[in-house]
């Protein structure tokens, strides 16, 4: 695809032509054609790689911001022991986000979620600050499992999760701390994990969203809806209730914002489910450009498309005349 100046626009653009090229990953979802096209220069930028791929990439530079994605942590509400209310709050209490994003980010707290909704969907703070103390409390009355709890992972590395399965391990040593033993039960593709969700063979399940759009109740029905738990007969992308959550007082209160749409309707909703707590939402995912050193005027819109009628390529280094020093 290439793009020409809109002789209408008000402003002459930088550059008089943008072409748009699609590099598909390998079959391990590696872009190797995509970064050797970076490396010899005949791609000046790209958006579809992930951190960890443009972190190995040297000499170009790199932005990264927070998304329209969110990293997430169901608890199968369906079973014992996410079965107790109490424990699905102690878990959420003893899992410190901040810490988490530290490990996966540069600038970490701009990645630490504080509700379900990315932060472009509105700023809203589920109050579940990590308190290792209150955490014990709410777990001493509970009954735990005399077994591992089993942890479902999706494997390769998504927008809002760079590093699935050092975030899982880091989950399974939090657990600990509430004498819950865990183990990873399996790391599996996009497609498995649909699979292995319906099944409801797991006890956590870690995984994520990517918002196609701004609907902000299409996303918190698809995860909070009783309509919307995976079974083995229907597993469509809508159905990631993977907490399994049926909750009439949710459905009603997910109603009541589809039908009315305003601000307070969203909030009873995301009050709700940091109370009844099926899902806790982990980290922001991150939108990543990636340009070459010559390429200026980069900027990144609000959905993590960068805006490209500013772009433009820095004017040749020019060599000082003689007699004169180059300032600096």
Known sequence: VELEPNPCYPRTP????????????EGDGVPTALEAALRDGSVDLAFGLGKARAEGLS?????????????????????????????????????????????LYERPFAFVATSLLPP???????????????????????????????????????????????AARWIIEQLAALGLPAVIK????????????????YDLALAGWALESLDSHHYLESILS????????????????????ESAEMDAALERYRAEGHDQALADVLCLGATLMPVLPLLYGAN?????????????????????????????????????????
């Open 288 to 328: 990543i450009v990636v340009h070459s050193e010559r390429l200026q005027g980069v900027s990144m819109g609000p959905r993590g498309v960068p805006a490209l009628s500013q772009v433009r390529f820095a004017p040749p280094a020019s060599l000082p005349l003689p007699g004169h020093h180059a300032a600096g």
């Open 14 to 25: 930088e550059l008089d032509r943008i072409c748009f090229e699609v590099f598909p990953p």
């Open 226 to 245: 009783s309509q919307r738990v995976p079974t083995q007969s229907a597993t469509d992308g809508n159905r990631f209730n993977v907490g399994r959550l």
């Open 120 to 166: 472009e969907l509105g700023r809203y703070w589920d109050k579940l600050s990590y308190d290792p103390g209150e955490a014990r409390a709410l777990a001493t009355d509970c009954v735990l499992p005399g077994r591992p709890l089993e942890l479902l992972v999706v494997k390769d590395p998504r927008p809002y999760l760079p590093h699935p399965e050092r």
């Open 59 to 103: 000499g170009f530079v790199r932005q990264c911001t927070p998304g329209l994605s969110i990293a997430l942590l169901f608890f199968n509400t369906a079973r014992p022991p996410f079965d107790q209310q109490r424990l699905r709050l102690a878990v959420a209490k003893v899992l410190d986000r901040s810490q988490l994003a530290r490990q």
């Open 186 to 201: 399996d790391s599996v593709t996009s497609a498995e994990f649909k699979s292995r969700a319906a099944s409801g063979e």
